[in-house]
């Protein structure tokens, strides 16, 4: 994901206060800055998920990709 990208998102719980900016973490995912917040944005395939909710997306799409036939990738 490019870098520019994590200065412009803003996490989905806080933008509305004008706050919520976000920090990389170590292995690359999106952790909202606010210290009462501290949200976790996984980072799937270099595409950043704004869910906040984003424990039951990724299940979801993994359950997808589990379900593709062989062969296709
Ligand atoms: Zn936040």
């Given amino acids: 994901m490019p870098d520019h990208l994590s200065e412009i998102l803003r996490c989905p719980k806080c933008s509305k206060h004008g706050k919520g900016r976000l920090a990389k973490t170590e292995n690359g995912d999106l952790q909202c800055k606010e210290t009462d917040c501290l949200s976790l944005y996984p980072v799937s395939d270099g595409m950043p998920v704004m869910l906040t909710d ?5 299940g979801f799409r993994r359950k997808i990709l589990a379900a593709r036939p062989a062969g296709i990738s």
């Fill in 54 to 58: 984003a424990g039951d997306f990724l």
